[in-house]
């Protein structure tokens, strides 16, 4: 069974900083592509960032300079470094997997809430 757990959520003010993590279980992990997307209230669900299995990496301009995503495929472990946090990041975060041959699987989210 495959799981994608997150972690790291929470509420920060402007200009602050959170760690998002999600542990992946049930697939292999070190051949799969990893994202994060975020979604927030009415709107519409956007990639963030994405990772290769090769460390590879993208990112939505909205927060590029500002986010870093990487794996630790040793822990089956994604993370999304947010620094100098915006009111425009607060939204839903979520993990992806896109791993070959299969369908893409998601975690159930984390919250991130940026007051001013």
């Known amino acids: 069974q495959v799981q994608l757990v997150e972690s790291g959520g929470g509420s920060v003010e402007a200009g602050g900083s959170l760690k998002l993590s999600c542990v992946a279980s049930?697939?292999?992990?070190?051949?799969?592509?990893m994202d994060w997307y975020r979604q927030a209230p009415g709107k519409e669900r956007e990639l963030v960032s994405r990772?290769?299995?090769?460390?590879?990496?993208t990112y939505a301009d909205s927060v590029k300079g500002r986010f870093t995503i990487s794996r630790d495929n040793s822990k089956n472990t994604l993370y999304l470094q947010m620094n100098s946090l915006k009111t425009d990041d607060t939204a839903e975060y979520y993990c992806a997997a896109n791993c070959p041959g299969s369908r893409d699987y998601w975690g159930q989210g984390t919250q991130v809430t940026v007051s001013s």
């Open positions: 990772i290769g299995s090769f460390g590879t990496t």
């Open positions: 049930g697939l292999l992990y070190n051949i799969c592509a």
